[in-house]
């Protein structure tokens, strides 16, 4: 059974401190590519935890946007790490994954099964409390859904090991990438604001609504920031500057007249 070596990976990619030597090349390779605003083929056949083969669309939910990992169940390492952390930013949530949103795990491992999908998916399902998917898939299926999200990984024969990254994809009722989140555990407050932008508004309160209005995604800080904040409160000085300056001239004009 495959085993990662997810601590080399641990977000390496995106570390400044890489950015003055020549990384190896498998932090290159494994480096993923920008897919917002791209759509997942959620015809593409999966198999799921009782053994049935369906498309991935089957595992979302109508108007409620999705969460998409790619991992692996003999992944002792990363995948775990990722999917403990995942877990812990959902449960601080006001939200129930399976109701409000979906969550989907497929794995890269071709040669895993459902039997071990179904153990996986009661697992992690558990610590939710709600419901969480974990899907096997043949290796072009695989294939043709990592390529369409720009999640790269690598199988080094050597040390019979998956090299890949932490993401954490969010997509759209209708399986557009809407955004990505990289690392171990997501900040639930990120988490909750890329959910409600991926719904359009079909889920989340409505001050967490407007809250979003406020914010916009700093892929560098893999946060949402209050950038809109700041550009709004400069304009509403610059238009309270202008009131009162015009304030003034009126009055000072019909000074004149007088």
Same mark, same amino acid.
């Given at each position: 059974?495959? =085993?990662?070596? /997810? ?6 990619? %995106?570390?400044? $401190?890489?950015?003055?030597? !020549?990384?190896? #090349? ?100 558990? =610590?939710?409390? /709600? ?6 898939? %043949?290796?072009? $299926?695989?294939?043709?859904? !990592?390529?369409? #999200? ?100 009126? =009055? ?7």
């Amino acid at each position: 059974m495959t =085993r990662t070596i /997810g601590i080399a990976l641990l977000g390496l990619w %995106t570390s400044t $401190a890489f950015a003055a030597v !020549t990384p190896p #090349a498998v932090l290159e390779n494994t480096k993923p590519i920008d897919s917002r605003g791209e759509f997942i083929p959620v015809e593409t056949i999966v198999v799921g935890s009782d053994g049935a083969s369906k498309p991935l669309r089957e595992w979302m939910s109508a108007e409620k946007p999705m969460l998409l990992t790619f991992n692996y169940m003999g992944c002792a390492m990363l995948c775990s790490l990722q999917q403990d952390g995942l877990a812990r930013s959902i449960s601080g949530l006001e939200m129930t994954a399976g109701d409000d949103f979906a969550v989907v795990s497929v794995s890269i491992d071709p040669d895993e099964t459902s039997e071990m999908a179904a153990r996986a998916s009661k697992r992690l399902s558990d =610590r939710v409390g /709600g419901a969480w998917s974990v899907v096997t898939a %043949t290796e072009p $299926a695989i294939k043709t859904l !990592t390529d369409a #999200a720009g999640f790269r990984f690598e199988y080094l024969e050597a040390s019979d090991q998956y090299a890949h990254a932490a993401l954490t994809y969010v997509l759209t009722p209708d399986g557009r990438v809407s955004q990505y989140l990289a690392g171990i555990e997501p900040a639930s407050r990120d988490l909750k604001f890329a959910l409600i932008e991926a719904s359009d508004g079909q889920i989340g309160s409505f001050i967490d609504q407007i809250a979003l209005a406020c914010l916009q995604y700093d892929s560098s800080r893999n946060a949402y920031v209050a950038r809109g904040v700041m550009r709004a409160g400069g304009l509403t000085i610059l238009a309270g500057l202008g009131l009162f300056f015009g304030i003034l001239w009126s =009055r000072e004009r019909r000074r004149w007249r007088e």
